[in-house]
């Protein structure tokens, strides 16, 4: 049996020594340490989502919701101020007997037939022009570039004044003896008045996109090629078109959808009824004078927009497409 003594020693010794080491990773300051890194790694978590968070409010109320809304309404047959009914395919079998809709497709389809391959060719060979660095240039760069700023409302009402049977184009006409033309009265005459206003004030938007696309062209190609024998003609075939092929890509697709959905020049231009009996209606144009108003029909307008919504992503595709050949 142990004596009092002992044990009293023993208690002394333990005292002297000191409490006993906790493991690592346990008691009070180890707990306290693991809190703030749990918040750091809750906040890593949680912050991109706050920095994104107005962003994607945006997109979720003004496009994805509108998107969404447009694609039920287009199976309804709802209009302004009444709810619709649930109606299957009629809408987008009722387009096919609609002749307004077939003229504002074939308006549409000649738009970006026409506009198209100028806004691709045209800005190239004006950035070229402009590329050069000679006394002068920055005016004419700023010159090229001002219809971009200008509001297309203001665009289309000089264009309408110059080409009316009035204006400048046609007092310029009888001054030569060529006696007036219908550029605002012939159906064919004001689609392409039309078209050449969107060219004018495109130009410069795309030419600022080819000057950036410019800028990297190496010049020992066009050293080299000059070397070789090569002209100007040449060197533009061999040199420039293959090093800005992507970007000629890129300004087709995006021309492609702004001139399938034009809208501001023809009603500007034509006005409300689209020309000469409505023969210069465009597709969003028909959205417009369909859908709106206390007796519009949403439903149907909503059926031409998802074939809008089609087409224009049709057309990216196969511009896509036709990039994917050129590079195999």
Known sequence: MKS????????????????????????????????PAR???????????????????????????????????????????????????????ELLHDDMFWIGLRNSTLYVLVVVPALVVLPLLLALLVQKQIPGITFFRSAFYTPVVASIVVVGLIW????????????????????????????????????????????????IIYLAALANVPRELHEAAAVDGAGPVRRFLSVTV???????????????????????????MAGPTGGPAGEDTTLVMLVQRTGTGLTGRVGYASAISVVIFVVTVALMLLVLRADRKEDA
């Open 4 to 35: 009092p003594a002992a044990a009293a020693a023993r208690t002394a010794g333990r005292a002297a020594e000191g409490p006993a080491p906790q493991k690592s990773g346990t008691g009070p300051r180890a707990a306290a340490g693991r809190r």
């Open 39 to 93: 918040r750091i790694r809750r906040q890593l978590v949680t912050s991109p989502w706050l920095f994104a968070a107005p962003g994607l409010v945006i997109v979720g109320v003004f496009i994805l919701y509108p998107f969404v809304s447009t694609i039920i309404n287009s199976f309804t047959d709802k209009r302004q101020l009444v709810e619709g009914k649930y109606v299957g395919l009629a809408n987008f079998r």
């Open 160 to 207: 309408v004044w110059m080409l009316d049977e009035r204006g400048l184009v046609n007092a310029v006409l009888e001054a030569v003896g060529a006696g007036k033309v219908g550029f605002l009265s012939d159906q064919w005459l004001l689609l392409f008045s039309a078209m050449g206003v969107t060219v004018w004030k495109g130009l410069g938007y795309y030419m």
């Open 242 to 268: 293959p090093a800005v092929r992507s970007t000629m890509v890129l300004v087709a697709a995006l021309s492609s959808v702004a001139a399938f959905k034009v809208f501001s020049e023809v009603y500007l």
